[in-house]
Nanobody, 122 residues
Framework: QVQLVESGGRLVQAGGSLRLSCAASGRTFSTYTMGWFRQAPGKEREFVAYISWSGGTTIYTDSVKGRFTISRDNAKNTVYLQMNSLKPEDTAIYYC???????????????WGQGTQVTVSS
């Protein structure tokens, strides 16, 4: 079994930055693509970004391109989401997840963390 634990979410002013972390258990972490999703109140969970096992491929949803950066440190079993130029519409619970295959679809992910709250004030 794999366990994922997100951290780093907090209240931040618009235009500010945050770095989220996702710590993963398991010996096979480095062989899986990892993704970040978010869910705002009253909205469906949406894809944010994913990163391949080597870190060589990163994919972002259009709304965060140029502002967010996904990265990973396989030696630490950790994936990160650096969020810059934050906007109120970025407010959501952010989840990390392990992918069965490269995809922005929720159905491609088999393990999920509990989430961390990001609130961006205007």
């Amino acid at each position: 079994q794999v366990q994922l634990v997100e951290s780093g979410g907090r209240l931040v002013q618009a235009g500010g930055s945050l770095r989220l972390s996702c710590a993963a258990s398991g010996r096979t972490f480095s062989t899986y693509t990892m993704g970040w999703f978010r869910q705002a109140p009253g909205k469906e969970r949406e894809f944010v970004a994913y990163i391949s096992w080597s870190g060589g491929t990163t994919i972002y949803t259009d709304s965060v391109k140029g502002r967010f950066t996904i990265s990973r440190d396989n030696a630490k079993n950790t994936v990160y989401l650096q969020m810059n130029s934050l906007k109120p519409e970025d407010t959501a619970i952010y989840y990390c997840a392990r992918a069965l295959y490269d995809s922005p679809r929720l159905s491609a992910y088999d393990y999920w963390g509990q989430g961390t709250q990001v609130t961006v004030s205007s």
